[in-house]
């Protein structure tokens, strides 16, 4: 389907070969469905509202605060207004096993209310790199993405020094068939999202009964397949209801609205 006519804003998605993407994002009342990824996220809020629902719990956004998603955590995003505008960052550990370390084993938190003395002006540095970061953007040029490359090893190399912490198995049997798998499906729901989708289809996608595709999907994602054939049409529903017509595949390969590259 042609969209252009009904284009409101423009995507700019840039990937690194250090293996960082990222993106600045202004969503009119989006949506992302429960969903989780392989590479592990950290979002900025730029302006606006926004609730992130992540490990069962539904937390409002800050501004300028930056929230880390480690990979393969369930998780999913609902813009509240208009004027929502956020910095969005995928980082690889996969790519960033050239500086050392295994960090598949290594997860990063910052929680606001465990800020003290000692990394209080370390979690301020990484806000002002990530502030600079964005004015460098509006002055985009050809040397940008070099310099981004540079402000993003800084701040992943402040989050390793001053907020790491041992990690833990987040999505269990998360080996690679098991995620292709989870692929597949994750493309027939938002193929057929506007049909109606029964737990017997998701099953035959992959071949497998009812019950064990019920458990699997359970397993993999943290939620019911019904459930989220019913966060995608919601996701979309919500999106018609700010009045555009069309979206654009988002950074977490969910669908979002039209982007702005203006921040």
């Not at 929502?84 to 960052?89: A, D, E, G, K």
């Not at 397949?225 to 995608?232: A, R, S």
């Amino acid at each position: 389907m042609n969209t252009k006519s009904n284009t409101i804003y423009e995507t700019l998605h840039h990937t690194s070969p250090l293996g960082f993407s990222y993106e600045w994002r202004t969503s009119a009342g989006g949506h992302i469905p429960m969903h989780w990824h392989e590479e592990m996220e950290l979002l900025y809020l730029l302006n606006g509202e926004a609730i992130l629902n992540m490990d069962g719990t539904k937390v409002k956004l800050k501004k300028r605060h930056p929230v880390i998603i480690e990979e393969k955590k369930i998780h999913g995003l609902h813009c509240l207004d208009d004027h929502t505008m956020f910095l969005c960052v995928h980082m690889s550990k996969e790519h960033l096993k050239i500086y050392g370390d295994d960090l598949s084993k290594t997860a990063i938190v910052i929680r606001e209310e465990e800020l003290n003395d000692k990394n209080f002006l370390h979690y301020l540095h990484i806000c002002q790199l990530l502030d600079q970061l964005t004015r460098r953007f509006m002055m985009s040029d050809d040397e940008f993405q070099m310099e981004a490359d540079g402000i993003l090893l800084q701040i992943t190399a402040s989050l390793l020094r001053y907020f790491s912490a041992e990690a833990y198995p987040v999505v269990p049997g998360a080996d690679p068939l098991s995620i292709e798998r989870i692929r597949t499906v994750i493309a027939f729901v938002g193929d057929h999202y506007k049909e109606p989708v029964s737990l017997h289809d998701g099953a035959d996608v992959l071949g497998l009964g009812r019950e064990a595709f019920s458990r699997f999907f359970k397993k993999m994602m943290g939620l019911s397949f019904l459930q989220y054939v019913n966060e995608v049409r919601l996701s979309h529903a919500l999106y018609r209801s700010y009045g555009h017509g069309s979206s654009s595949a988002g950074c977490d390969g969910a669908e979002w609205p039209e982007q702005s590259k203006a921040v």
